[in-house]
């Protein structure tokens, strides 16, 4: 009590002095001994510096990510033995998408330019490969007349979609501001119109620019469970129909099909809750992030089983489980991850 006393009546002093900056505001503390200026500008700069790291390390996830959808691809589409041409263009896209990622986490030109037309054209290019595969799943003997056995039988249904999101992981990335960016492109200061909404007309420009706002605004963090939301529902749908084709022989394959839901939910709760944006969602999208993980090795452990094992590597590999299938799990856990560690607007 002895010592509690002195502080209060510290606190109390403190109270009833209220000192006054130069141009006339109230003081806040130890900040009114430095410039308002210098302050202001040293706060924003610190906060460019926290999102530039970030840019850098979103592209480079982007690179990973479009890597492991273009191998992923790849082999599918041989599955099919590339029957139409366009099944080149995710494989193509995807590798392209994985150079623009690692050339924007090094340069804040390319982020901007090359990163950001790759992710759009990942984007289009999965809504087109959407699309192909209702096609495919409608060719097949019966059609949609027997939907369940043709959509697990035939092309996997929403896989294209999933590509899409790591293309809009990337198109995130080349609207955070690069770490290295002029003190002008700062927030608060006078910003330049982007150089690619100068191309557009004025209207959709004015959407661009708002856009761009609501990323480094914290609004985006709510955008972004939204995708969490759809990833989580596109990989849970493709685990299920696989893992039914496989008839649930291991315990282990019902995992993705419990933990999805508690994802999707907890993505949805984000969406309007802050409290759960920053506990629940972040712990279930971790879950979902390792157990993506743990099935990769399930999956790779499935293709040394085969017969042969590693002395048939290849017929293995495009035959057996997809080992990197899990893999899309986890990158909506990721997704989810990344949106609980967003600014959030008040």
């Given amino acids: 009590m002895v010592l509690k006393e002195p502080a209060a009546a510290v606190r109390k ?7 006054f900056m130069a141009d006339g505001h ?9 410039p308002r200026k210098i302050t202001r500008e040293g706060i924003i700069l610190e906060r460019h510096i926290r999102e530039g790291r970030f840019q850098r390390s979103l592209a480079l996830i982007t ?6 959808t273009g191998l992923e691809v790849t082999y599918e589409h041989y599955r099919g033995s590339y029957g139409q041409r366009i099944m080149y263009t995710p494989v193509l896209i995807c590798f392209g998408l994985f150079m623009a990622g690692l050339w924007g986490a090094l340069n804040r030109w390319a982020a901007r330019t090359a990163l950001r037309g790759v992710a759009l054209l990942t984007m289009l290019d999965g809504v087109v490969g959407f699309y192909y595969h209702i096609r495919g799943i409608q060719r097949k003997p019966g059609g949609w007349r027997i939907p369940i056995v043709n959509i697990v039988m035939g092309p996997p249904l929403f896989a294209p979609l999933l590509m899409s999101t790591v293309g809009f992981l990337g198109l995130v990335a080349s609207f955070l501001r690069s770490e290295d960016a002029p003190q002008k492109d700062l927030p608060g200061l006078p910003k330049p119109r982007s150089s690619w909404l100068s191309w557009l007309p ?8 708002v856009f761009e706002q609501d990323i480094r605004e914290g609004r985006f963090q709510r955008m972004l469970a939204v995708a969490t939301l759809l990833s989580t529902l596109f990989s849970w749908i493709e685990s299920l129909y ?18 999805g839901p508690m994802l999707m939910l907890a993505a949805l709760g984000a969406i309007w809750n802050r409290t759960i944006a920053r506990t629940l969602l972040p712990l279930m999208a971790l879950i979902a992030l390792l157990n993506g993980i743990i099935g990769s090795f399930y999956h790779a452990r499935g293709i040394l089983r085969r017969s042969g094992g590693l002395k048939k590597p290849f017929y293995n590999i495009v035959y057996g489980p997809p080992i990197l299938a899990p893999m899309l799990f986890s990158a909506s856990g990721f997704i989810g991850l990344l949106a609980s560690l967003l600014r959030r607007e008040k």
Wanted: aromatic content about 10%.
């Fill in 242 to 259: 696989s893992h039914y084709k496989n008839n649930f022989a291991y315990r282990m394959q019902w995992s993705p099909i419990i933990i």
């Fill in 13 to 19: 002093a403190s109270q009833q002095i209220k000192p």
């Fill in 63 to 68: 690179s990973l990510s479009g890597l492991l």
């Fill in 26 to 34: 109230q003081s806040t503390g130890f900040k009114d001994l430095i």
């Fill in 202 to 209: 004025a209207r959709i420009s004015r959407e661009g620019l």
